[in-house]
């Protein structure tokens, strides 16, 4: 089955043509005919008398180009069952055989006003379609949210079904639509972003609780030391400008020889807090050696941009001065789409593929305008080549005048002209 798309008038198509009994043109009338819940919009067409099925696809978005950006959570699976599980009662009620619906992820297309999925029909297809099936339900165990565990479960269920000859359309939407709650781990383990040095984070620890109680004491050894000094004053004091009996002196001398003793016993300990402060500034200045030593290498793409704007036409070296790196030409890292005119923005071409559109959480970059599709376009590079493909936008991609077809693919060149809706931007 080879879809074409097709811009005829505002209206968005994909069609197919195919020679057929008069039996079939029947059940394609029959689907022109009745707007069947579920099902895309479809008419027929003769040709230079060739037979043509007709889809409307305007503002709708394929299963396919909805992932690019994004997983399939419960509540997007549970959508996507129940349109399953209308579209097959309602062919039951028009007498049509669910046989017919083509199961493939770039044939199966999503109302982003109305959240539900609609399926295509095609009345020449009446074969049993298990490997198409086993495709699918591959292609969804790909897309799924990898953290929920129910579903996965659940989507694993059906493929074993599909594995084992086991199949049956019913069987796998009740196993997907089935009410069972995720269960909560008592204990769950927490995910790491990243591999954690557990030596280092323990010596930090120790170096931070020693800094504070090494503090605490510094402060009380100062306080008893000026204390002491006060005391040695005072016993000097009372032992020349008093008359005192020799019991009396002999206590005062006994005083006095116990502040000297505490004072020296004192700056011993202040003594021993410095040269153990200084271990720890030097521990944590090796540490921080070691962390530079890594972190100043730029490892991401992301990162060497930031190295650029810092450093832009000198040398990057590491901390030890032994390895030089060589800054690339920015436009060797990255494209761009420049804004023309009142439209100042511009669009970094940082990853591939990349997709421009209305949808925050469906696009790599956001346009807060009118005139731009929900997913409007899509930029990927291959063998060195840039290409500008169409994401049945409803106003239309263009590349220096020329409007796109309907997920039609083009290569773009610097210097280039593009339009997204009526905003317009220069490709360098």
């Known amino acids: 089955m080879e879809l074409e798309y097709r811009k005829e008038g505002n209206r968005n198509y994909i069609r197919y043509r195919k020679n057929s009994a008069e039996n079939e043109i029947f059940t394609a009338r029959m689907l022109e005919q009745n707007n069947i819940p579920g099902l895309l919009k479809t008419f027929c067409k003769n040709i230079n008398d060739e037979q043509f099925i007709y889809y409307d696809i305007t503002s709708l978005q394929s299963l396919e180009n909805i992932l690019l950006k994004k997983s ?54 009446k074969e049993e379609k298990i490997e198409q099936w086993g495709d699918f339900v591959e292609y969804l165990i790909t897309k799924t949210d990898i953290e929920n565990v129910t579903l996965l479960e659940k989507i694993y269920s059906v493929y074993d ?27 769950p383990e927490p995910i790491e972003a990243e591999t954690i040095n557990i030596a280092v984070v323990e010596k930090i620890a120790e170096t931070e609780s020693i800094k504070s109680g090494n503090l605490f ?15 040695g004053i005072y016993f000097i004091f009372l032992f020349f400008y008093y008359d005192l009996t020799g019991k009396e002196q002999l206590l005062v001398c006994s005083g006095f020889v116990a502040v000297i003793v505490t004072g020296i016993l004192s700056m011993l300990f202040q003594k021993k807090n410095k040269q153990q402060d200084k271990s720890i500034k030097d521990t944590d200045m090796l540490l921080e050696k070691e962390e530079n030593q890594t972190s100043e290498i730029p490892h991401t793409e ?46 970094t071409l940082d990853k591939m593929p990349y997709i421009i559109g209305k949808a925050k959480d469906l696009v790599d970059f956001a346009l807060k305008d009118g005139s731009v599709s929900r997913i409007h376009a899509k930029i990927t590079k291959y063998n060195g080549k840039t290409f500008l493909t169409d994401m049945n936008s409803t106003n239309g991609t263009f ?11 083009i290569e773009i060149e610097k210097e280039d002209e593009i339009r997204l809706g009526k905003l317009e931007f220069v490709y360098r």
């Open 302 to 347: 992301k990162e060497w941009k930031l190295v650029l704007e810092e450093n832009k036409g000198q040398e990057i070296s590491d901390t030890e001065g032994k390895t030089q790196f060589i800054i690339p030409d920015p436009e060797e890292l990255e494209d761009k789409l420049y804004g023309i005119g009142k439209n100042k923005k511009i669009i």
């Open 399 to 409: 590349r220096n005048g020329l409007r796109l077809e309907p997920n039609e693919r």
């Open 217 to 231: 004491m510094d402060n009380w050894m100062k306080i008893l030391s000026f204390f002491c000094v006060a005391s």
């Open 72 to 125: 399939m959570n419960e509540d997007d699976m549970n959508a996507l069952f129940h349109s399953l599980q209308t579209v097959n009662c309602k062919m039951e009620e028009y007498l049509l055989d669910t046989e017919m619906l083509i199961i493939k992820e770039n044939c199966i297309f999503y109302n982003l006003d109305t959240k539900e999925f609609l399926f295509l029909c095609d009345p020449y297809e």
């Open 161 to 187: 079904h599909v594995m084992n000859n086991t199949f049956t359309v019913q069987k796998m939407i009740s196993i997907m639509l089935d009410p069972r709650k995720e269960e909560k781990q008592e204990n």
